[in-house]
């Protein structure tokens, strides 16, 4: 019910996602240990499908809110870093109806933000032969980024 709970949370604006993502933090670095990893675990009790259920739904609440495509892409390859990439298998030949649907909103949620992000290269097309044209493009790309400085 706990997890269900926060899934619940993470959804409420404005800031129920940074709160709840702020507790599974705190709790990670409580028990030192990673901060999904707890999530993770209980993707793989199996005797418990609401359980289960619960913590992808949390996983898809905790990717799918941000609003900035950089940090769910972050999010997604931190859990995925700290074992759902092995779990997905598993959970994709389970029969239980309602984990199917919320891992159907996971994958969703993955293609359309691979879609946005190789949107943004997509259109970059230019003859790198030219150094002038090579560094204008890089100084464009770091141009109000925390990489500026060291590029500059």
Same mark, same amino acid.
């Given at each position: ?21 702020? %507790? ?36 898809? &609440?905790?990717? *799918? *809110? ?23 298998? &598993? ?8 984990? #199917?649907? #919320? ?14 992000? %190789? #949107? ?33």
């Amino acid at each position: 019910e706990a997890v269900k709970l926060m899934a619940a949370v993470c959804l409420v604006p404005p800031d129920g996602h940074d709160k709840t993502l702020e %507790a599974i933090t705190i709790a990670g670095e409580v028990k030192q240990r990673e901060r999904f990893q707890p999530i993770i675990q209980g993707l793989l009790i199996r005797n418990n499908e609401p359980l289960r259920v619960a913590c992808l739904t949390l996983i898809n &609440a905790l990717i *799918s *809110s941000p609003e900035d495509i950089d940090f769910r892409i972050h999010l997604r390859n931190e859990f995925m870093r700290d074992g759902l990439i092995d779990v997905l298998e &598993a959970l994709e030949n389970d029969n239980g109806e309602e984990l #199917q649907l #919320q891992l159907k909103v996971f994958n969703e949620h993955k293609d359309e933000d691979f879609d946005e992000f %190789a #949107q943004r290269f997509d259109n970059i097309r230019l003859e790198l032969d030219d150094v002038n044209e090579c560094f204008e493009l890089t100084k464009n790309l770091v141009l109000d980024t925390p990489a500026e400085p060291y590029f500059l």
